[in-house]
Every structure is written in structure tokens, then in C-alpha cells.
């Protein structure tokens, strides 16, 4: 396929129009060009080759059946685990909206919510239907495609512990259904394969008590509140935890809390959390990322590992 032009206007070839006329019956928006850093929580980033907003998961299949084996697709969700570098993202980045935003309980304190459904609405409806297991939820800022993709969690639940079964397209655009078991979940990983983007889960919990699981919700938004500098450009934790180790503590103990790139900072509230003051760039964030994993490496002898997903080329 063409490759980006890294300019300035960081724009890409538009292929749009050879697309829709390859693939007639496509229904969902499909746009050249289109900003991303909008749609992530640090506001960075250049745009999607082409981003892609299907109707439903049909017409996602439909695109991917049918888009031409060489042209990359990227999936995000509310954009809260994402750095989009500076040059944009080569290829069709699709983003799920309406045709995947319903919940629904049922039986046997089961929740099925689409992908696109934030992760709060669905601890909201486990908690009006008296369903318990589920309010850790409440704590992740993404929505379930993401929840499945990073197995989220937080206060003590995680997705793997509450997921029935998550069905998805792949990239030829086949259906695929996934159990708990063969997503292959381990800490902040799912091992389903990398080409499958998410539809819907099934989730399970136990009977509860609606207003102790009000309750156990209004504690997570507090803590978080207390804890985490939720209210800026983030990409919450920014490393995953070392087996045995806290990645906070070790950001500490290598002097990075406060540490600043132009306008990229390890938070001082909570300094695994990489923020962006205002003015930084996808390059700035990603600098101070791994001067950070260099630090640590340097005082600690630990490698960390980046929990943010880092998609697209820079600039
Ligand atoms: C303030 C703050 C606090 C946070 N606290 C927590 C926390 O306590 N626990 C925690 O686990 N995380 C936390 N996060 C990180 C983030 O919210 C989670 O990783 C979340 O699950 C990401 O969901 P998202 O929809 O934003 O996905 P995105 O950030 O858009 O994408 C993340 C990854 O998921 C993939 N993805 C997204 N949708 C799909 C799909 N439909 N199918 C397949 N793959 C998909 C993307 O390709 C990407 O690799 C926090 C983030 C912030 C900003």
C-alpha cells in the first residue's frame, strides 16, 4: 500500500473513494483523514488514514472480508490506553459506535453488553439488576472492547474473572466466539488473536444487594478520585506492575516522579501516570516513557513494560 506522507499537513493518501467503490455495500462511515487525537484522552496524535465507523457487526465483517489483504486495520475504543504517535495511522482504523452500544440483562445474573459500551454503564446495570462482581468497572474509563482486549481491572476485579464468553470479527471476517479460557488471559493480556476486534462480551456475576453495590461503586469513585489524576490528558498506569514489584515505586525510587519532557509528565499525584500538561506531542509523551524504562533499568535492573498501547508512525 502507499506509505504516509510525513509532513507537516500530516496527511495521508486518501483512499477512501477506491474503497467504497471496492466495497458498495459497506453501510458505516467510512472518513479519509480524520483527527484521532480527539478521540483519545491525551490529545495527541495525527490522524487515521481512513477511520471507519460500521453500522453494525455486519457491516464491520463486510469491511474486512472484503478490504485488500495489505491495508492494516487498528481498532480503538474510548482512547483511554492509547498513544497515537504524531504521524497518524497508516491503514483503516475503525471505532465502533452506536450499532454496539446496548446492554442487556439476563438470566443467571448475566450481563451482554456491546463493545462500545462503556465500561461505568455496564457496573450501572449490574448494580440496578442486583447483580454483584461486576462493580470494578466502575474504576476503568475505556469501554468493553478494550476491557476485554487489556483485561481490565481495578479494586480487585479484573475481566477475566467475570467474562462468559466475547465475540469478535477477524481480519478475513470471520465471526469468532471466544470462552473465558481461550482468550488466554493473563495480567493486563489477552492472548486471542491480535487481528480479532470485539463485539460483545457476556458477563456473569452473583446475586447482590443493589444498594451495597451502589455503595462498593461510590467507594472505587472516591479512591480514584483521592488516587489518580483522572481529571487530566492520560492514559492511566502507564507500565504494568513487575511480578512481585510496584512500577510506581520504582519510577520513585529512579527519581522520574514530576520528571517532564516539554509538556509530557510523570504525574507528581501518581507517577506512573504519564500526563500531558497541554502542549505535548505523541513524540514528547513517548520520550519521556522510555527515559523513564531507562531510569529504572539504570537504578533498579528492571525492564518495564508499557501497559499504554502505542499505535500509528511518527511524524
Ligand atoms: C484515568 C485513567 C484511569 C485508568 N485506570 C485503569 C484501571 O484502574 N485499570 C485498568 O485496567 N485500566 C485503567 N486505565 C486504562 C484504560 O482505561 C483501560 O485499559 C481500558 O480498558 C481501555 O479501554 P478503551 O476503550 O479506552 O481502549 P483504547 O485505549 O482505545 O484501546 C486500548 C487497546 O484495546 C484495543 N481495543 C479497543 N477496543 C477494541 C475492540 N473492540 N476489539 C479489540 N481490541 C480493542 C485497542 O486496539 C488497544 O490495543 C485507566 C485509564 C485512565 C485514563
Redesign the pocket.
Known amino acids: 500500500m502507499t506509505t504516509a506522507r510525513r509532513d507537516s499537513t500530516m496527511t495521508f493518501p486518501d483512499i477512501v473513494p477506491a474503497l467504497k467503490s471496492k466495497l458498495p455495500a459497506l453501510r458505516g462511515r467510512l472518513l479519509p483523514n480524520e483527527p484521532l487525537a480527539p478521540l483519545t484522552?491525551f490529545r495527541v496524535g495525527g490522524p487515521a488514514q481512513a477511520l471507519f465507523m460500521p453500522e453494525d457487526e455486519a457491516d464491520l465483517a463486510y469491511l474486512l472480508a472484503h478490504l485488500p489483504a495489505d491495508i492494516p486495520v487498528?481498532?480503538?475504543?474510548?482512547?483511554?490506553?492509547?498513544i497515537v504517535r504524531d504521524g497518524g495511522v497508516p491503514g483503516v482504523v475503525v471505532r465502533?459506535g452506536r450499532g454496539f452500544s446496548d446492554t442487556k440483562v439476563e438470566n443467571g445474573h448475566r450481563i451482554r453488553a456491546g463493545?462500545a459500551v462503556p465500561?461505568v454503564r455496564v457496573a450501572r446495570a449490574a448494580q440496578e439488576a442486583g447483580i454483584a462482581g461486576l462493580a470494578f468497572l466502575r474504576?476503568?474509563?475505556?469501554?468493553i472492547?478494550?476491557?476485554?482486549?487489556?483485561n481490565?481491572?481495578?479494586y480487585g476485579g479484573e475481566t477475566k474473572d467475570a467474562l462468559i464468553e466475547a465475540r469478535?470479527v477477524d481480519r478475513r471476517g470471520n465471526l469468532r466466539v471466544f470462552s473465558n479460557g481461550e482468550m488466554h488471559y493473563t495480567y493486563?493480556h489477552c492472548g486471542a488473536p491480535e487481528d480479532?476486534?470485539?463485539?460483545e462480551a457476556v458477563f456473569a456475576g452473583r446475586p447482590g444487594d443493589p444498594a451495597a453495590i451502589a455503595a462498593e461503586m461510590d467507594k472505587i469513585t472516591e479512591s480514584r478520585e483521592a488516587t489518580?489524576?483522572?481529571k487530566s490528558r492520560?492514559?492511566?498506569?502507564t507500565f504494568k506492575n513487575p511480578p512481585g514489584r510496584k512500577a510506581w515505586q520504582l519510577i520513585d525510587a529512579a527519581g522520574c516522579r514530576g520528571l517532564k519532557v516539554g509538556d509530557a509528565q510523570m504525574s507528581e499525584m501518581h507517577c506512573n501516570?504519564l500526563i500531558n500538561l497541554g502542549g505535548a506531542t505523541a513524540a514528547d509523551i513517548e520520550t519521556l516513557g522510555e527515559t523513564v524504562r531507562l531510569r529504572v533499568q539504570e537504578t533498579s535492573s528492571v525492564a518495564l513494560d508499557w501497559e499504554i498501547?502505542r499505535?500509528g508512525v511518527p511524524l
Open positions: 484522552w487498528t481498532v480503538v475504543g474510548l482512547g483511554s490506553n492509547l465502533l463493545a465500561d474504576g476503568i474509563p475505556g469501554a472492547g478494550g476491557a476485554l482486549r487489556m481490565g481491572g481495578a469478535g493486563r480479532v476486534i470485539f463485539t489518580q489524576p483522572i492520560t492514559g492511566g498506569s501516570f498501547k499505535i
